[in-house]
């Protein structure tokens, strides 16, 4: 069986519907500003008049990129598509510098798959508070990597 590459539309949709669309600028619930799908702004990004739903959809599929490409870096063992589009998933919330040191990563990269799902589980605080948002965002990725389709 050949490695996954890309985020299925399984993935995808489940990342956008975690993620929600704003057309204008918020603070994430750890403060970073973000826009659209997610998307947090960088220093030389402006969008004083907000974003359309196409322009966020760029910027998803780029980001999206950017998140599958740390989990082909990092991940060192087979993977399902399911197991991926978890893995994207998560860093893309995250980011990869959560993902390349966490203990999911370790237990994943030592063939302890179920050791590594049940790690997703644990990622749901934003700071000290546990989230009610990321936690049911978690358990949709655990439920993933186990081969089960996300909840419409």
């Not at 702004?41 to 599929?61: M, R, V, Y």
Request: aromatic share 8%; net charge neutral; glycine share 8%.
């Amino acid at each position: 069986m050949a490695q996954p590459a890309q985020m299925s539309a399984a993935g995808l949709a489940l990342l956008k519907a975690s993620e929600g669309f704003r057309a204008s600028a918020y603070l994430d619930a750890v403060g970073f500003l973000t826009i659209g799908y997610g998307h947090r702004i960088l220093p030389t990004e402006k969008f004083p008049n907000g974003i359309t739903e196409a322009q966020a959809s760029t910027l998803l599929a780029a980001d999206v990129v950017s998140a599958q490409n740390a989990v082909l870096r990092l991940v060192h063992v087979p993977l399902t598509q399911g197991q991926f589009d978890a893995l994207v998933d998560f860093t893309y919330n995250l980011g990869a510098g959560k993902l390349s040191g966490s203990t999911l990563l370790r237990d994943l990269n030592a063939g302890q798959y179920a050791a590594a799902a049940c790690q997703l589980l644990l990622w749901d605080h934003a700071g000290p508070r546990e989230l009610a948002a990321l936690k049911s965002r978690r358990e949709a990725e655990f439920n993933l990597w186990q081969g089960k389709p996300p909840a419409a």
